[in-house]
């Protein structure tokens, strides 16, 4: 159920879209949830399902197999889904951030070869920036790429890899010009192939492990791994874009994660829509000095202000996205969307958690489940206090004296 009446700034074919993802969610998403967060599983079946309604194919172009349809509505696909459960959205959103990279700067050629797949989602993408040293100061990344003959070799490792397992095709910045200044221009993404499931690669792809799966508070089923290279063997025509894409690998990721930030902020909005409506269905019937809690100005200021939070992100995580798909600069709007909506997420989530009392605390309650998951959205594609940094920065640019 929707637990507020949001402004209808959607067309009747995104509605017709999200009701299809809607009932999904509450027929397979919810009920299930719990299960493979509990036993930290891979939800192979809810995964099948996805691949069944042409998920992973959302915005891949029609030519290649996929829907065709633009970011906006794929954000609110998101949003549906987090709302569900965020670990299904992790699943669906490195692989759109891959096929975001293939689209906009791959060749003809890895766009023939990737894409048809990725849309029926035999192959599934992830994509690795963070290593064991280098988090949000992407610049400082160690991964090296080598060139000997028409060969490259690399070396390194990535860490925080989500669907570092199951992909079978990571996208992986490493630093190819180690002399070059700013560093950034140095930095070349790799297309790196691999068996989806498997932990180590052999034959022509040997020098890639996956090493077993980062234990983690929350966001479960989804796998997040650290990623080895050694002596991994690449060439040109796996750069992404081919030869001319040697060293454009951070623009190219920059780009990216404009539309993983929109992402993310999605994520808040559904995380945050799902705790508002648990917080409206119990207050209704937990009861205390003989009426339900609703009735209580104390609860009822929590769910106001759960609502106006929940409201006021997902509009601004609206207009990113739609500015996003019409092509403007929204690196800006994406950064106040992706640290909006996060925040409006754990705080709807933690107030949703003091509105269940002590049964929060309980595993036999979803909120518990939420109440690990949404820290989570405060980290991913770069903290609150970066995207503040970005915010500032970009504000200061836009604005120049």
């Known amino acids: 159920m929707a637990a507020t009446a949001p402004y209808q700034d959607i067309t009747e074919e995104q509605e017709a879209i999200l009701e299809m993802v809607r009932q999904f969610v509450d027929d397979q998403i919810l009920p299930n949830a719990e299960k493979y967060d509990h036993e930290d599983s891979y939800p192979q079946p809810i995964v099948d399902q996805m691949q069944e309604l042409g998920l992973f194919g959302v915005t891949i172009p029609e030519e290649y197999g996929g829907?065709?349809?633009?970011?906006?509505?794929?954000?609110?696909?998101?949003?549906?889904?987090?709302?569900?459960?965020?670990?299904?959205?992790?699943?669906?959103?490195?692989?759109?951030?891959?096929?975001?990279?293939?689209?906009?700067?791959?060749?003809?050629?890895?766009?023939?070869?990737?894409?048809?797949?990725?849309?029926?989602?035999?192959?599934?993408a992830s994509f690795s920036l963070s290593e064991p040293e280098a988090g949000s100061d992407v610049q400082a990344i160690?991964?090296?790429?080598?060139?000997?003959?028409?060969?490259?070799?690399?070396?390194?490792?990535?860490?925080?890899?989500?669907?570092?397992?199951?992909?079978?095709?990571?996208?992986v910045l490493v630093r190819t010009d180690p002399n070059a200044q700013p560093a950034y221009k140095g930095m070349t993404c790799f297309i790196a192939d691999k068996e989806s499931g498997v932990s180590e690669n052999t034959g022509d792809l040997k020098g890639f492990v996956v090493p077993p799966k980062i234990k983690k508070m929350g966001y479960k089923g989804v796998e997040s791994t650290e990623l080895v290279f050694d002596g991994y063997k690449r060439t040109d025509e796996q750069i992404l874009g081919g030869a001319e894409g040697l060293n454009q690998g951070f623009v190219q990721m920059m780009d990216a994660l404009e539309v993983g930030r929109v992402n993310v902020a999605a994520r808040g909005v559904g995380i945050a829509q799902r705790a508002l409506e648990l917080a409206l269905r119990y207050s209704q019937e937990r009861k205390t000095f003989g009426k339900p809690i609703a009735q209580h100005q104390a609860i009822q200021f929590k769910l106001a202000d759960m609502a106006s939070q929940l409201e006021a992100a997902r509009l601004v995580t609206r207009k990113a996205a739609r500015m996003k798909s019409a092509g403007e600069r929204s690196d800006l709007e994406a950064g106040m969307a992706k640290l909006l909506a996060s925040e409006a997420g754990r705080y709807c989530v933690e107030e949703c958690f003091r509105i269940?009392?002590?049964?929060?605390?309980?595993?036999?309650?979803?909120?518990?489940?939420?109440?690990?998951?949404?820290?989570?959205?405060?980290?991913?594609?770069?903290?609150?206090?970066?995207?503040?940094?970005?915010?500032?920065?970009?504000?200061?640019?836009?604005?120049?004296?």
Not at 370 to 390: C, F, H, K, N, W
Request: proline share 1%.
């Open 67 to 124: 829907m065709g349809l633009d970011l906006a509505t794929y954000a609110l696909i998101v949003e549906e889904l987090s709302r569900g459960w965020i670990s299904i959205s992790g699943i669906i959103n490195t692989h759109f951030i891959g096929t975001y990279l293939l689209m906009k700067f791959g060749s003809e050629e890895q766009k023939a070869h990737y894409l048809p797949k990725m849309a029926t989602g035999e192959i599934r």
């Open 142 to 171: 160690k991964t090296t790429a080598t060139k000997t003959g028409d060969q490259w070799e690399i070396n390194g490792a990535k860490m925080w890899v989500t669907n570092g397992l199951m992909s079978s095709v990571c996208f």
């Open 356 to 401: 269940h009392g002590g049964y929060g605390y309980s595993k036999e309650y979803e909120i518990e489940r939420l109440y690990r998951d949404a820290p989570l959205l405060l980290i991913g594609e770069g903290t609150s206090e970066i995207q503040r940094m970005v915010i500032g920065k970009k504000l200061l640019q836009r604005h120049k004296i």
